[in-house]
């Protein structure tokens, strides 16, 4: 949809979706036109409305369509399910002609309609979408002019308008129009749609299959079968790939640096990096007594020494950022430096925050309560993991007493969806343009993305401003300074923009790298390869 997807910390290197191509020779243990995928948690679901994370994305972008999509390489919005479409002079009015003969994988034709109930769903306050909801939020009405022509009026302006009606994906009303609870249908479970890929199977724990969508009313990719195979441990995933059990991996950085360089591996596996808009981050819950006061957040960024975690165990590979727009883009202060790793500094800060060691245990406190907090991490994440340990000996040193909660990666989404949570490492893939209303935003706390609790009244001003700017000179002077609202305020600590380390079999050919990654509906199959 366009908006920003949450990640996990040991995937945020890894933001690929990977397809292949096909003949009926055998490969290992499966047919060589099927490409097996390694995922390294199972999504919560398959509802292409209500998921939030990428690993359910990196499937349903197979399966759905939206009436435009971005070029990878121009990165300018092109037809996709709307073959044309009118904006009116003010921008506040766009009308989408869809094409006729496009179905969905049961046989129904796709129209207008499914697009329209598609944006009630969305706005529906019953259905758990409030990080779609937000993007669409200043819509005021929704017309069907006829089964393949559907016209948004917006009662503000956004610059964001096209892209936003445009990534309204088209999900089946004659399935889901009749379903009690639509954040329970079937849906969530078996996904209908217009795209490449057919839902075929989703075994829990173990995978989900896909299979080419014969009836496809583009040109059909060449790969017949998509396996994706759940599996939580990168080390068990590495030996599956040296095997030949899967095709793609995302690889953790000590595997890229130093367990695929042997000629072997590489005769077998190509491997490419490149960088998407992403960074990952420390989140600091500020409803919370320990973390309401922004000199405690910034004393924690201070006890985080971001250069040696990044040069030991990311081997380098990513960059120190300070801020949440994508560090590669002109929205991103390049000025704003990031706090140092300064422990006398931080302790002079927890002293000033009255977090002082009243009672000489050992440990900090503040009106009786101790300092001793959470961190919430996801258990198959082995970078988060390191990371914990890091601030638990850091943070010890300053009297703050930190205990590492490891979850499975459902209960753990629960866990910060929830808000219940002390602290938390996640990422975010973030859009091309900047919108930072879904993540920050006051109005985002109770429902929305913003499960930190940030509230600040000159970034929420700035947020709208944004939304209403056409001009792109505008837009980044708004944004360097809502960059500088966060440095000061640290509700993250910023913590790194990391590259896509991919790994891949050689079984494909054209395998290119666009701006925005893999296109991976390219790759053809390379005839000559046989398995090492």
């Not at 320990?290 to 006890?303: C, N």
């Not at 002293?351 to 001793?372: S, V, Y």
């Not at 638990?392 to 753990?412: D, M």
Request: net charge neutral.
């Amino acid at each position: 949809m366009g908006e920003m997807r949450r990640l996990s910390a040991c995937f945020l290197i890894a933001l690929i979706v990977a397809f292949g191509a096909c003949n009926m020779e055998q490969v290992g243990r499966y047919p060589a036109d099927w490409l097996m995928y390694h995922i390294p948690a199972e999504p919560d679901t398959l509802n292409p409305l209500t998921s939030t994370d990428l690993y359910s994305d990196t499937i349903l972008e197979n399966i759905y369509e939206t009436l435009v999509w971005r070029n990878p390489d121009t990165l300018e919005l092109e037809p996709r399910l709307a073959e044309s479409w009118e904006i009116s002079p003010d921008g506040m009015t766009i009308t989408f002609h869809m094409r006729k003969g496009v179905r969905f994988t049961d046989g129904v034709p796709a129209t207008a309609r499914d697009v329209e109930y598609t944006y009630r769903k969305i706005m529906d306050p019953k259905v758990d979408c409030p990080h779609l909801r937000n993007y669409y939020a200043d819509i005021s009405k929704v017309e069907v002019l006829d089964d393949y022509t559907i016209k948004f009026t917006y009662k503000e302006p956004y610059f964001r308008a096209l892209e936003i009606c445009g990534y309204t994906q088209c999900i089946p009303k004659h399935l889901l129009e009749k379903a009690a609870d639509f954040n329970k249908s079937p849906l969530g479970r078996a996904p209908v749609g217009t795209g490449p890929y057919k839902f075929v199977e989703w075994t829990t724990g173990r995978r989900v299959v896909l299979d080419r969508n014969e009836d496809y009313w583009r040109a059909k990719p060449e790969i017949k079968r998509v396996v994706y195979k759940f599996i939580s441990l990168d080390s068990t995933a590495l030996i599956e790939l040296k095997k030949h059990h899967l095709d793609v991996m995302g690889l953790r950085p000590i595997q890229w640096v130093k367990q695929t360089n042997k000629p072997r591996f590489l005769k077998s596996f190509r491997k490419e990096m490149y960088y998407l808009p992403n960074y990952s981050y420390i989140g600091w819950n500020m409803r919370r007594p320990l973390f309401s006061d922004k000199r405690v957040r910034r004393a924690m960024t201070m006890l985080v020494d971001r250069d040696t975690i990044l040069n030991t165990i990311l081997f380098g590979l990513g960059k120190v950022v300070t801020g949440p727009a994508y560090i590669y883009s002109p929205y991103y202060d390049n000025d704003i430096k990031p706090w140092p790793y300064d422990p006398n500094a931080a302790k002079q800060l927890l002293d000033q925050a009255g977090w002082l060691d009243h009672d000489g245990d050992g440990i900090r406190d503040k009106n009786g309560a101790p300092f001793k907090f959470e961190f919430l991490i996801s258990s198959g994440s082995i970078f988060a993991d390191q990371l914990g340990t890091i601030l638990q000996r850091e943070l010890a040193k300053v009297g703050i007493k930190l205990e590492v909660r490891k979850l499975e990666w459902a209960t753990f989404l629960k866990m910060v969806d929830d808000r219940n949570f002390d602290a938390v490492t996640l990422g975010w893939s973030l859009s091309v343009e900047t919108d930072p209303y879904q993540l920050w935003h006051s109005s985002q706390i109770e429902k929305g993305s913003n499960f930190v609790g940030f509230s600040n009244p000159e970034a929420d001003e700035i947020i709208v401003k944004n939304r209403r700017a056409f001009d792109v000179n505008e837009r980044i002077r708004l944004m360097k300074r809502f960059h500088d609202i966060l440095h000061d305020e640290q509700p993250y600590t910023f913590l790194f923009c990391s590259p896509s380390l991919v790994a891949i079999s050689r079984r494909f050919d054209n395998v290119k790298v666009h701006k925005l990654g893999l296109e991976k509906t390219e790759w053809t199959i390379n005839r000559q390869w046989k398995e090492e």
